[in-house]
C-alpha cells in the first residue's frame, strides 16, 4: 500500500488581494497622520473605535497623495464619521 500523496493535482495560482496593494510611503508623506493615529492607540489602550476619526485622516493622506486607490470613505467604514461632519458646519442662509 502507497501512502504517497500526489500533490500535483491542485495547483495554487495566487492573486492579488481584492483591494489592491498598498505601496509603501517611502517619502513618509503621511507618517504625521500615522503618527496621531498610533499615539492616540497608545492612549487609548490600543481601542481602535477611539482612534477612528485619525484612522480616517490617515486613509485621506494616502487617497490624496495616491498611494491607495481612491474610496468613498462609506466604503471603508466612516460613514457615521462623515455624517457628524456634516451636521457639525453652520448652513449658509
Known amino acids: 500500500m502507497s501512502t ?22 517611502h517619502f ?6 500615522k503618527e496621531q493615529f498610533m499615539e492616540c492607540l497608545r ?3 490600543y481601542e481602535s473605535a477611539a482612534c477612528r476619526q ?10 490624496d497623495r495616491q498611494l491607495m486607490a481612491n474610496e468613498p470613505l462609506e466604503k ?13 458646519k453652520p448652513e449658509k442662509l
Open 54 to 63: 485619525r484612522a480616517m485622516a490617515y486613509l485621506e493622506c494616502r487617497m
Open 4 to 25: 504517497a500523496m500526489n500533490f500535483s493535482a491542485k495547483s495554487f495560482t495566487p492573486r492579488p488581494p481584492d483591494k489592491g496593494a498598498f505601496p509603501l510611503d
Open 76 to 88: 471603508l467604514g466612516f460613514k457615521d464619521l462623515i455624517n457628524e461632519k456634516s451636521e457639525e
Open 28 to 33: 513618509g508623506e503621511c507618517s504625521a497622520f
Open 43 to 45: 492612549h487609548s489602550g
